[in-house]
Protein backbone atom coordinates (compact mmCIF):
# COMPACT_ATOMS: atom_id res chain seq x y z
CA UNK A 1 0.00 0.00 0.00
CA UNK A 2 1.44 3.36 -1.10
CA UNK A 3 0.58 6.76 0.08
CA UNK A 4 -1.43 9.62 -2.46
CA UNK A 5 -0.82 12.84 -0.61
CA UNK A 6 -2.70 15.45 -1.28
CA UNK A 7 -0.63 18.44 -1.37
CA UNK A 8 -3.51 21.08 -1.64
CA UNK A 9 -5.47 19.85 1.43
CA UNK A 10 -2.57 18.63 3.65
CA UNK A 11 -3.94 15.05 3.73
CA UNK A 12 -2.13 11.90 3.63
CA UNK A 13 -4.07 9.43 1.83
CA UNK A 14 -3.69 5.89 1.49
CA UNK A 15 -4.78 4.19 -2.19
CA UNK A 16 -5.69 0.83 -2.39
CA UNK A 17 -4.99 -1.50 -5.34
CA UNK A 18 -8.04 -3.75 -5.32
CA UNK A 19 -7.33 -7.08 -6.39
CA UNK A 20 -9.22 -10.25 -6.70
CA UNK A 21 -9.89 -13.09 -9.57
CA UNK A 22 -9.63 -11.79 -12.65
CA UNK A 23 -12.81 -13.40 -14.81
CA UNK A 24 -13.61 -12.47 -18.68
CA UNK A 25 -15.23 -13.87 -21.61
CA UNK A 26 -18.05 -15.66 -19.78
CA UNK A 27 -18.78 -12.03 -18.52
CA UNK A 28 -19.06 -10.27 -21.76
CA UNK A 29 -22.59 -12.81 -21.91
CA UNK A 30 -23.72 -11.37 -18.81
CA UNK A 31 -23.20 -8.27 -19.13
CA UNK A 32 -24.72 -7.55 -23.13
CA UNK A 33 -21.42 -7.40 -24.64
CA UNK A 34 -21.79 -9.90 -26.68
CA UNK A 35 -25.59 -9.90 -27.86
CA UNK A 36 -24.97 -5.98 -28.46
CA UNK A 37 -22.10 -7.44 -31.13
CA UNK A 38 -24.25 -10.32 -32.64
CA UNK A 39 -27.78 -8.86 -32.86
CA UNK A 40 -27.09 -5.52 -32.99
CA UNK A 41 -23.66 -5.69 -35.03
CA UNK A 42 -22.78 -1.80 -35.26
CA UNK A 43 -19.39 -1.79 -34.17
CA UNK A 44 -19.95 -0.47 -30.65
CA UNK A 45 -16.56 -0.99 -29.67
CA UNK A 46 -15.44 3.02 -28.00
CA UNK A 47 -14.41 4.18 -31.66
CA UNK A 48 -12.52 7.59 -31.12
CA UNK A 49 -12.98 7.83 -27.06
CA UNK A 50 -9.68 9.05 -25.02
CA UNK A 51 -9.78 7.07 -21.58
CA UNK A 52 -7.66 7.42 -18.95
CA UNK A 53 -6.28 4.77 -16.33
CA UNK A 54 -4.37 6.00 -13.41
CA UNK A 55 -3.45 2.96 -11.17
CA UNK A 56 -1.77 2.80 -7.52
CA UNK A 57 1.04 3.03 -7.21
CA UNK A 58 4.20 4.73 -8.54
CA UNK A 59 6.28 3.22 -9.94
CA UNK A 60 4.23 0.00 -10.69
CA UNK A 61 1.57 1.60 -12.61
CA UNK A 62 1.81 0.81 -16.01
CA UNK A 63 -0.12 -0.90 -18.40
CA UNK A 64 2.19 -3.13 -20.62
CA UNK A 65 0.58 -2.84 -24.35
CA UNK A 66 1.30 -6.92 -25.48
CA UNK A 67 -0.96 -8.04 -22.23
CA UNK A 68 -3.69 -6.36 -23.80
CA UNK A 69 -3.25 -6.95 -27.10
CA UNK A 70 -2.81 -3.32 -28.37
CA UNK A 71 -0.29 -1.22 -29.84
CA UNK A 72 2.27 0.39 -28.15
CA UNK A 73 1.11 3.67 -29.52
CA UNK A 74 -2.28 3.69 -28.11
CA UNK A 75 -0.42 4.54 -24.32
CA UNK A 76 0.85 7.60 -22.92
CA UNK A 77 2.64 6.88 -19.64
CA UNK A 78 2.68 9.50 -16.83
CA UNK A 79 4.11 10.34 -12.98
CA UNK A 80 6.29 12.79 -11.19
CA UNK A 81 9.34 10.98 -13.25
CA UNK A 82 7.95 12.60 -16.21
CA UNK A 83 5.77 11.36 -19.57
CA UNK A 84 6.28 8.76 -22.36
CA UNK A 85 4.46 7.19 -25.20
CA UNK A 86 6.83 4.45 -25.13
CA UNK A 87 7.11 1.24 -23.56
CA UNK A 88 9.36 -0.04 -21.55
CA UNK A 89 10.57 3.72 -20.23
CA UNK A 90 11.99 4.95 -17.01
CA UNK A 91 8.87 6.56 -15.32
CA UNK A 92 7.39 3.68 -14.13
CA UNK A 93 7.08 -0.17 -14.42
CA UNK A 94 4.80 -2.67 -15.60
CA UNK A 95 1.82 -3.39 -13.09
CA UNK A 96 0.08 -6.81 -13.12
CA UNK A 97 -2.96 -5.13 -11.91
CA UNK A 98 -2.97 -2.54 -14.37
CA UNK A 99 -2.94 -5.15 -17.25
CA UNK A 100 -5.61 -7.12 -15.66
CA UNK A 101 -7.59 -3.36 -15.64
CA UNK A 102 -7.10 -2.93 -18.93
CA UNK A 103 -7.57 -6.30 -20.31
CA UNK A 104 -11.39 -5.66 -18.94
CA UNK A 105 -11.87 -1.97 -19.79
CA UNK A 106 -10.22 -1.98 -23.79
CA UNK A 107 -8.24 -5.02 -23.75
CA UNK A 108 -8.25 -7.38 -26.77
CA UNK A 109 -10.56 -9.83 -27.60
CA UNK A 110 -12.07 -9.92 -23.68
CA UNK A 111 -12.55 -6.33 -23.29
CA UNK A 112 -15.50 -3.90 -23.59
CA UNK A 113 -14.45 -0.97 -25.74
CA UNK A 114 -11.44 -2.87 -27.92
CA UNK A 115 -11.48 0.06 -30.01
CA UNK A 116 -10.52 3.59 -27.98
CA UNK A 117 -8.80 5.95 -29.34
CA UNK A 118 -6.24 6.86 -27.00
CA UNK A 119 -5.13 5.37 -23.48
CA UNK A 120 -3.67 7.55 -20.70
CA UNK A 121 -1.98 5.82 -18.30
CA UNK A 122 -1.34 7.68 -14.94
CA UNK A 123 0.48 7.00 -11.29
CA UNK A 124 -2.21 7.67 -9.12
CA UNK A 125 -0.78 9.89 -6.90
CA UNK A 126 0.43 12.22 -9.72
CA UNK A 127 -3.16 11.89 -11.12
CA UNK A 128 -4.82 12.96 -8.00
CA UNK A 129 -2.33 16.06 -6.91
CA UNK A 130 -1.94 17.43 -10.72
CA UNK A 131 -5.67 17.10 -12.17
CA UNK A 132 -8.45 16.36 -9.56
CA UNK A 133 -7.17 18.52 -6.58
CA UNK A 134 -5.59 21.39 -8.18
CA UNK A 135 -8.67 21.83 -11.06
CA UNK A 136 -6.30 23.26 -13.38
CA UNK A 137 -4.98 20.59 -15.97
CA UNK A 138 -7.43 19.83 -18.94
CA UNK A 139 -7.99 16.52 -19.87
CA UNK A 140 -8.60 15.51 -22.81
CA UNK A 141 -9.96 12.32 -21.83
CA UNK A 142 -13.44 11.46 -21.55
CA UNK A 143 -13.81 8.46 -19.18
CA UNK A 144 -11.52 8.11 -16.54
CA UNK A 145 -11.17 4.58 -14.95
CA UNK A 146 -10.06 4.67 -11.21
CA UNK A 147 -10.03 0.73 -9.90
CA UNK A 148 -7.76 1.97 -6.16
CA UNK A 149 -9.55 3.75 -3.24
CA UNK A 150 -8.27 5.84 -0.52
CA UNK A 151 -8.32 4.38 3.37
CA UNK A 152 -11.07 4.88 5.56
CA UNK A 153 -11.28 8.34 6.25
CA UNK A 154 -13.43 10.97 8.21
CA UNK A 155 -16.65 12.51 7.13
CA UNK A 156 -14.76 15.71 6.55
CA UNK A 157 -11.65 14.17 4.26
CA UNK A 158 -14.74 12.04 2.30
CA UNK A 159 -16.24 15.30 1.71
CA UNK A 160 -13.03 17.27 0.66
CA UNK A 161 -12.56 14.56 -1.92
CA UNK A 162 -15.45 14.26 -3.26
CA UNK A 163 -15.93 18.07 -3.81
CA UNK A 164 -12.50 18.09 -6.04
CA UNK A 165 -13.98 15.49 -8.21
CA UNK A 166 -17.33 16.76 -8.42
CA UNK A 167 -15.84 20.29 -9.26
CA UNK A 168 -13.28 18.74 -11.93
CA UNK A 169 -16.03 16.37 -13.37
CA UNK A 170 -18.62 19.29 -13.45
CA UNK A 171 -15.60 21.59 -15.09
CA UNK A 172 -13.99 19.60 -17.63
CA UNK A 173 -17.25 16.99 -18.33
CA UNK A 174 -14.86 14.06 -17.14
CA UNK A 175 -17.20 10.77 -16.54
CA UNK A 176 -15.25 9.36 -13.45
CA UNK A 177 -15.93 5.50 -12.93
CA UNK A 178 -15.14 4.44 -9.52
CA UNK A 179 -14.80 1.51 -7.48
CA UNK A 180 -17.20 1.26 -4.50
CA UNK A 181 -14.18 -0.67 -2.10
CA UNK A 182 -13.98 -4.03 -2.14
CA UNK A 183 -14.66 -4.95 1.38
CA UNK A 184 -18.30 -6.03 1.91
CA UNK A 185 -20.34 -8.41 3.68
CA UNK A 186 -18.89 -11.79 1.29
CA UNK A 187 -15.83 -10.10 1.12
CA UNK A 188 -14.46 -9.56 4.44
CA UNK A 189 -11.97 -7.17 5.90
CA UNK A 190 -8.63 -8.68 6.87
CA UNK A 191 -5.64 -6.02 7.22
CA UNK A 192 -7.83 -3.35 5.68
CA UNK A 193 -10.17 -1.65 8.40
CA UNK A 194 -13.27 -0.36 6.50
CA UNK A 195 -16.48 -1.47 4.96
CA UNK A 196 -17.64 1.73 4.02
CA UNK A 197 -17.60 2.63 0.19
CA UNK A 198 -14.71 5.15 -0.10
CA UNK A 199 -13.32 8.16 -1.75
CA UNK A 200 -12.74 7.84 -5.36
CA UNK A 201 -16.55 6.14 -5.63
CA UNK A 202 -18.25 8.28 -3.37
CA UNK A 203 -18.35 11.54 -5.20
CA UNK A 204 -21.91 12.33 -6.43
CA UNK A 205 -20.73 13.06 -10.15
CA UNK A 206 -18.62 9.86 -10.82
CA UNK A 207 -20.58 5.87 -11.60
CA UNK A 208 -19.49 4.55 -8.33
CA UNK A 209 -18.76 0.51 -9.16
CA UNK A 210 -19.70 -2.64 -7.30
CA UNK A 211 -18.76 -6.27 -8.27
CA UNK A 212 -21.56 -8.83 -8.12
CA UNK A 213 -20.47 -12.63 -8.90
CA UNK A 214 -22.07 -16.15 -8.02
CA UNK A 215 -24.99 -14.18 -7.25
CA UNK A 216 -23.52 -12.24 -3.82
CA UNK A 217 -22.01 -8.84 -4.23
CA UNK A 218 -17.92 -8.49 -3.17
CA UNK A 219 -17.99 -4.84 -2.63
CA UNK A 220 -18.63 -2.30 0.28
CA UNK A 221 -22.38 -1.52 0.99
CA UNK A 222 -23.92 2.09 0.90
CA UNK A 223 -24.62 4.33 2.14
CA UNK A 224 -21.99 6.66 2.64
CA UNK A 225 -20.50 8.19 5.59
CA UNK A 226 -20.93 11.81 5.48
CA UNK A 227 -25.28 11.64 4.64
CA UNK A 228 -26.62 8.37 3.08
CA UNK A 229 -25.97 8.43 -0.12
CA UNK A 230 -26.58 5.57 -2.42
CA UNK A 231 -23.55 3.87 -3.53
CA UNK A 232 -22.95 2.14 -5.70
CA UNK A 233 -24.69 2.95 -8.74
CA UNK A 234 -24.02 -0.26 -9.99
CA UNK A 235 -22.40 -3.38 -10.29
CA UNK A 236 -21.06 -5.76 -12.99
CA UNK A 237 -19.86 -9.48 -12.74
CA UNK A 238 -16.03 -9.66 -12.26
CA UNK A 239 -14.12 -11.29 -9.13
CA UNK A 240 -13.46 -7.79 -7.34
CA UNK A 241 -14.41 -3.82 -7.92
CA UNK A 242 -10.97 -3.54 -9.96
CA UNK A 243 -12.14 -5.66 -12.37
CA UNK A 244 -15.98 -4.44 -12.62
CA UNK A 245 -14.97 -0.85 -12.59
CA UNK A 246 -13.25 -0.99 -16.16
CA UNK A 247 -16.38 -3.54 -17.50
CA UNK A 248 -18.32 -0.19 -16.73
CA UNK A 249 -16.00 1.93 -17.61
CA UNK A 250 -15.93 0.40 -21.52
CA UNK A 251 -19.59 0.26 -21.53
CA UNK A 252 -19.60 3.79 -21.29
CA UNK A 253 -17.09 4.49 -23.71
CA UNK A 254 -19.03 2.62 -26.13
CA UNK A 255 -22.40 4.25 -25.74
CA UNK A 256 -20.41 7.58 -25.91
CA UNK A 257 -19.14 6.62 -29.44
CA UNK A 258 -22.74 5.78 -30.11
CA UNK A 259 -23.85 8.92 -28.75
CA UNK A 260 -21.50 11.24 -31.15
CA UNK A 261 -21.86 8.99 -34.19
CA UNK A 262 -25.66 9.70 -33.77
CA UNK A 263 -26.88 6.34 -32.80
CA UNK A 264 -29.31 8.06 -30.12
CA UNK A 265 -30.77 10.81 -32.96
CA UNK A 266 -29.31 14.40 -34.36
CA UNK A 267 -28.88 15.58 -30.59
CA UNK A 268 -25.42 14.20 -30.16
CA UNK A 269 -24.24 16.49 -27.62
CA UNK A 270 -27.42 15.72 -25.44
CA UNK A 271 -26.34 12.13 -26.30
CA UNK A 272 -23.29 12.33 -25.16
CA UNK A 273 -23.10 14.39 -22.10
CA UNK A 274 -22.44 12.20 -18.70
CA UNK A 275 -25.76 13.01 -17.25
CA UNK A 276 -27.31 11.09 -20.38
CA UNK A 277 -25.02 8.13 -20.51
CA UNK A 278 -24.92 7.51 -16.59
CA UNK A 279 -28.64 7.60 -16.86
CA UNK A 280 -28.59 4.95 -19.53
CA UNK A 281 -26.22 2.57 -17.91
CA UNK A 282 -28.07 2.67 -14.37
CA UNK A 283 -31.24 2.42 -16.28
CA UNK A 284 -30.56 -0.64 -18.25
CA UNK A 285 -28.95 -2.58 -15.46
CA UNK A 286 -30.64 -6.08 -14.63
CA UNK A 287 -31.89 -6.66 -11.14
CA UNK A 288 -30.49 -9.79 -8.95
CA UNK A 289 -33.49 -11.72 -7.72
CA UNK A 290 -32.98 -10.02 -4.40
CA UNK A 291 -32.50 -5.91 -5.23
CA UNK A 292 -34.80 -3.58 -3.17
CA UNK A 293 -34.87 -0.19 -2.31
CA UNK A 294 -37.29 2.31 -0.51
CA UNK A 295 -38.59 5.69 -1.91
CA UNK A 296 -36.15 7.87 0.13
CA UNK A 297 -33.13 5.19 -1.09
CA UNK A 298 -33.57 4.86 -5.11
CA UNK A 299 -30.78 2.28 -5.45
CA UNK A 300 -29.86 -0.98 -3.25
CA UNK A 301 -26.91 -0.20 -1.24
CA UNK A 302 -25.13 -3.54 -2.29
CA UNK A 303 -26.24 -3.79 -6.23
CA UNK A 304 -26.79 0.15 -7.01
CA UNK A 305 -29.48 -0.24 -9.87
CA UNK A 306 -28.05 -3.56 -10.70
CA UNK A 307 -25.93 -5.72 -12.68
CA UNK A 308 -24.51 -4.21 -15.66
CA UNK A 309 -25.97 -4.71 -19.10
CA UNK A 310 -25.26 -2.82 -22.31
CA UNK A 311 -26.99 -3.80 -24.41
CA UNK A 312 -30.39 -2.70 -22.54
CA UNK A 313 -28.60 0.75 -22.34
CA UNK A 314 -27.69 0.84 -26.08
CA UNK A 315 -31.63 -0.27 -26.96
CA UNK A 316 -32.72 2.65 -24.68
CA UNK A 317 -30.29 5.43 -26.69
CA UNK A 318 -31.37 4.24 -29.72
CA UNK A 319 -35.21 4.89 -28.05
CA UNK A 320 -34.10 8.72 -28.98
CA UNK A 321 -34.27 11.73 -27.26
CA UNK A 322 -38.41 12.68 -26.20
CA UNK A 323 -39.00 15.75 -24.44
CA UNK A 324 -42.00 16.34 -21.70
CA UNK A 325 -45.25 16.87 -23.04
CA UNK A 326 -46.25 19.58 -20.27
CA UNK A 327 -44.39 21.40 -18.07
CA UNK A 328 -46.48 23.00 -14.89
CA UNK A 329 -45.91 24.53 -11.42
CA UNK A 330 -47.69 24.22 -8.17
CA UNK A 331 -46.85 26.14 -4.94
CA UNK A 332 -43.87 25.10 -3.06
CA UNK A 333 -45.40 21.93 -1.42
CA UNK A 334 -48.62 21.62 -2.72
CA UNK A 335 -49.91 18.31 -4.76
CA UNK A 336 -49.31 17.87 -8.11
CA UNK A 337 -51.61 15.31 -9.82
CA UNK A 338 -51.41 14.86 -13.31
CA UNK A 339 -52.71 17.22 -15.97
CA UNK A 340 -55.24 16.80 -18.56
CA UNK A 341 -53.32 16.95 -21.12
CA UNK A 342 -53.94 13.47 -24.34
CA UNK A 343 -50.14 13.81 -25.79
CA UNK A 344 -47.81 10.84 -25.26
CA UNK A 345 -44.00 10.20 -25.22
CA UNK A 346 -44.27 8.30 -28.97
CA UNK A 347 -41.86 5.20 -27.45
CA UNK A 348 -41.84 3.87 -24.53
CA UNK A 349 -38.16 2.83 -24.42
CA UNK A 350 -35.54 6.09 -24.61
CA UNK A 351 -34.20 9.39 -23.00
CA UNK A 352 -34.50 12.92 -22.35
CA UNK A 353 -31.83 15.69 -21.53
CA UNK A 354 -34.04 18.73 -20.24
CA UNK A 355 -34.07 21.43 -17.68
CA UNK A 356 -36.30 21.46 -14.78
CA UNK A 357 -37.37 25.18 -13.31
CA UNK A 358 -38.67 26.62 -9.95
CA UNK A 359 -38.90 29.79 -7.96
CA UNK A 360 -39.03 30.64 -4.60
CA UNK A 361 -42.63 29.96 -4.30
CA UNK A 362 -43.60 27.48 -7.00
CA UNK A 363 -42.09 23.55 -7.69
CA UNK A 364 -41.88 22.86 -11.17
CA UNK A 365 -43.19 19.73 -12.43
CA UNK A 366 -42.17 18.13 -16.25
CA UNK A 367 -44.75 15.83 -17.21
CA UNK A 368 -43.97 12.54 -19.18
CA UNK A 369 -46.95 10.47 -20.58
CA UNK A 370 -46.58 6.93 -21.46
CA UNK A 371 -49.38 4.93 -22.67
CA UNK A 372 -48.52 1.43 -21.75
CA UNK A 373 -50.43 -0.96 -23.34
CA UNK A 374 -50.59 -3.66 -25.85
CA UNK A 375 -53.75 -5.19 -26.64
CA UNK A 376 -52.97 -8.40 -24.54
CA UNK A 377 -55.44 -8.22 -21.97
CA UNK A 378 -53.45 -10.30 -19.36
CA UNK A 379 -50.74 -9.09 -20.06
CA UNK A 380 -48.81 -6.63 -17.23
CA UNK A 381 -45.74 -4.10 -18.01
CA UNK A 382 -42.51 -3.03 -15.70
CA UNK A 383 -41.53 0.39 -15.64
CA UNK A 384 -37.81 1.66 -14.75
CA UNK A 385 -36.64 5.06 -14.97
CA UNK A 386 -33.34 6.86 -14.21
CA UNK A 387 -33.23 10.46 -13.70
CA UNK A 388 -29.66 12.15 -13.11
CA UNK A 389 -28.34 15.64 -12.56
CA UNK A 390 -24.86 16.96 -11.31
CA UNK A 391 -23.66 18.46 -8.22
CA UNK A 392 -22.70 22.03 -9.86
CA UNK A 393 -19.00 22.97 -8.88
CA UNK A 394 -17.71 24.71 -6.27
CA UNK A 395 -21.53 24.06 -4.36
CA UNK A 396 -21.57 21.74 -1.16
CA UNK A 397 -25.03 20.80 -1.79
CA UNK A 398 -27.41 19.65 -5.19
CA UNK A 399 -30.61 20.64 -6.17
CA UNK A 400 -33.70 18.43 -5.11
CA UNK A 401 -35.12 16.68 -7.94
CA UNK A 402 -37.94 13.43 -7.67
CA UNK A 403 -39.32 10.77 -9.87
CA UNK A 404 -43.04 10.25 -9.38
CA UNK A 405 -45.03 7.80 -11.26
CA UNK A 406 -48.69 8.61 -11.34
CA UNK A 407 -51.54 6.75 -12.88
CA UNK A 408 -53.25 9.14 -15.15
CA UNK A 409 -56.69 8.05 -15.23
CA UNK A 410 -57.24 7.94 -11.35
CA UNK A 411 -54.64 10.26 -10.75
CA UNK A 412 -53.15 7.80 -7.80
CA UNK A 413 -49.75 7.78 -7.18
CA UNK A 414 -48.09 4.56 -7.95
CA UNK A 415 -44.40 4.68 -6.83
CA UNK A 416 -41.96 7.60 -6.45
CA UNK A 417 -38.37 8.12 -5.59
CA UNK A 418 -37.86 11.37 -3.04
CA UNK A 419 -34.28 11.13 -1.78
CA UNK A 420 -33.09 13.96 -0.47
CA UNK A 421 -29.64 13.68 -0.85
CA UNK A 422 -29.03 11.52 -3.86
CA UNK A 423 -28.39 12.79 -7.12
CA UNK A 424 -29.96 10.10 -9.18
CA UNK A 425 -33.46 8.69 -8.51
CA UNK A 426 -34.37 5.73 -9.86
CA UNK A 427 -37.82 3.98 -9.90
CA UNK A 428 -38.92 -0.02 -10.58
CA UNK A 429 -42.08 -1.35 -10.83
CA UNK A 430 -42.92 -4.98 -12.32
CA UNK A 431 -46.77 -6.39 -12.73
CA UNK A 432 -47.53 -2.85 -13.60
CA UNK A 433 -50.86 -2.83 -14.90
CA UNK A 434 -51.88 -1.62 -18.28
CA UNK A 435 -53.22 1.95 -18.55
CA UNK A 436 -52.01 5.99 -18.95
CA UNK A 437 -49.19 6.57 -16.97
CA UNK A 438 -47.64 10.17 -15.97
CA UNK A 439 -43.40 9.89 -15.05
CA UNK A 440 -42.86 13.41 -12.90
CA UNK A 441 -39.64 14.71 -12.83
CA UNK A 442 -39.84 17.41 -9.94
CA UNK A 443 -37.82 19.75 -8.50
CA UNK A 444 -38.15 21.68 -5.24
CA UNK A 445 -38.66 25.74 -4.71
CA UNK A 446 -37.65 27.28 -2.04
CA UNK A 447 -33.82 27.60 -1.16
CA UNK A 448 -32.28 26.29 -3.97
CA UNK A 449 -29.11 26.06 -5.34
CA UNK A 450 -29.65 27.14 -8.73
CA UNK A 451 -33.86 28.13 -9.95
CA UNK A 452 -32.70 25.84 -13.82
CA UNK A 453 -31.33 22.44 -13.35
CA UNK A 454 -30.35 20.29 -16.54
CA UNK A 455 -31.09 16.43 -15.86
CA UNK A 456 -30.99 13.57 -18.06
CA UNK A 457 -33.66 11.19 -17.89
CA UNK A 458 -33.95 6.73 -18.83
CA UNK A 459 -37.15 5.29 -19.60
CA UNK A 460 -38.54 1.97 -20.60
CA UNK A 461 -41.74 0.21 -19.95
CA UNK A 462 -42.09 -3.23 -21.64
CA UNK A 463 -44.50 -6.58 -21.81
CA UNK A 464 -42.07 -9.27 -21.90
CA UNK A 465 -44.01 -12.73 -23.54
CA UNK A 466 -42.68 -16.07 -24.54
CA UNK A 467 -44.23 -17.52 -27.25
CA UNK A 468 -44.56 -21.05 -28.12
CA UNK A 469 -45.02 -22.57 -31.82
CA UNK A 470 -45.14 -26.21 -33.54
CA UNK A 471 -42.19 -26.87 -35.56
CA UNK A 472 -42.47 -29.90 -37.59
CA UNK A 473 -42.15 -32.73 -34.65
CA UNK A 474 -40.59 -30.25 -32.32
CA UNK A 475 -41.57 -27.25 -30.68
CA UNK A 476 -39.79 -23.12 -30.44
CA UNK A 477 -39.84 -21.14 -28.16
CA UNK A 478 -39.35 -17.85 -28.76
CA UNK A 479 -38.79 -14.39 -27.54
CA UNK A 480 -37.67 -10.89 -27.90
CA UNK A 481 -33.92 -10.16 -26.95
CA UNK A 482 -34.57 -6.62 -25.82
CA UNK A 483 -34.50 -6.21 -22.92
CA UNK A 484 -31.94 -8.95 -22.39
CA UNK A 485 -31.62 -10.60 -18.88
CA UNK A 486 -34.10 -13.29 -19.11
CA UNK A 487 -33.86 -17.35 -18.81
CA UNK A 488 -36.14 -19.67 -20.03
CA UNK A 489 -37.51 -22.02 -17.02
CA UNK A 490 -39.76 -25.28 -17.05
CA UNK A 491 -41.95 -27.41 -14.76
CA UNK A 492 -43.75 -30.43 -15.44
CA UNK A 493 -46.74 -29.47 -14.20
CA UNK A 494 -48.55 -26.67 -12.66
CA UNK A 495 -50.28 -27.13 -9.51
CA UNK A 496 -48.37 -26.42 -6.69
CA UNK A 497 -45.29 -27.23 -5.42
CA UNK A 498 -44.64 -26.56 -9.04
CA UNK A 499 -40.41 -27.34 -9.78
CA UNK A 500 -39.36 -24.74 -12.40
CA UNK A 501 -35.59 -25.46 -13.63
CA UNK A 502 -33.51 -24.47 -16.21
CA UNK A 503 -30.90 -27.53 -16.78
CA UNK A 504 -32.87 -29.23 -19.57
CA UNK A 505 -33.33 -26.22 -21.78
CA UNK A 506 -30.45 -25.53 -24.30
CA UNK A 507 -29.41 -22.13 -24.66
CA UNK A 508 -31.12 -19.35 -26.96
CA UNK A 509 -29.97 -18.52 -30.50
CA UNK A 510 -30.78 -14.83 -31.80
CA UNK A 511 -32.42 -14.40 -35.06
CA UNK A 512 -33.69 -11.34 -36.34
CA UNK A 513 -33.82 -9.72 -33.22
CA UNK A 514 -35.51 -13.26 -31.58
CA UNK A 515 -34.62 -15.49 -29.41
CA UNK A 516 -35.00 -18.67 -29.99
CA UNK A 517 -34.72 -22.37 -28.16
CA UNK A 518 -35.81 -25.50 -30.18
CA UNK A 519 -37.28 -28.55 -27.65
CA UNK A 520 -37.54 -31.92 -29.09
CA UNK A 521 -41.02 -33.76 -28.20
CA UNK A 522 -39.10 -35.95 -25.77
CA UNK A 523 -38.60 -33.02 -23.35
CA UNK A 524 -40.02 -33.73 -20.06
CA UNK A 525 -41.36 -30.66 -20.00
CA UNK A 526 -45.06 -29.34 -20.56
CA UNK A 527 -44.81 -25.22 -19.08
CA UNK A 528 -42.60 -22.65 -19.49
CA UNK A 529 -41.79 -19.33 -18.26
CA UNK A 530 -39.31 -16.62 -18.87
CA UNK A 531 -37.88 -15.14 -15.55
CA UNK A 532 -35.23 -12.67 -14.33
CA UNK A 533 -32.64 -12.24 -13.76
CA UNK A 534 -30.28 -14.50 -16.19
CA UNK A 535 -27.51 -14.57 -13.68
Known amino acids: MKNLSQKKAA ?18 DMIGVNLLRTAVATNVDGTGIRVAQPEASEPTFEVNPAAVGQPASLFTYTSDAGSTNVFPNSVGTESGHADDVGNNFYGIPNGVATNVAQVDNFDAGYFVNNYVFSNLITLNDVVVNQSFTFSELSVSDQQQIDSAYDDYSAQYKITFVSAANNYGEYNPPS ?23 NATYYNSIGPTIDNGRCKPDITAPAGATSYSTPQVAGAAAALMQAALRGDGGSDTNSAFDMRTIKALLLNGAVKPADWTNATSSPLDARY ?26 VSTGATHPPTGDTGTVAVLSGWDFNTNTSRSSYDGVNHYYFNATNGAGNATFTATATLVWNRHQYKTNINNLNLFLYNAANSNLVTCSTSLVDNVEHIFVPQLAQGRYDLQVWKKGGATITTNETYALAFQFFSQSLNA ?11 PVYPAGFLVESTTNLPPPAVWITNNIPAPFVTNNQNYILLNTTNPSRFFRLQMPNF
Do not use: D, M, R
Open 304 to 329: GAGVLNIFNSYEQLTGGKHGYIVATS
Open 191 to 213: SYNTTNVVPPGTAYNCISVGAYA
Open 11 to 28: LLLAATVLCGAVVHAQNL
Open 469 to 479: AKSGTNVTLSW
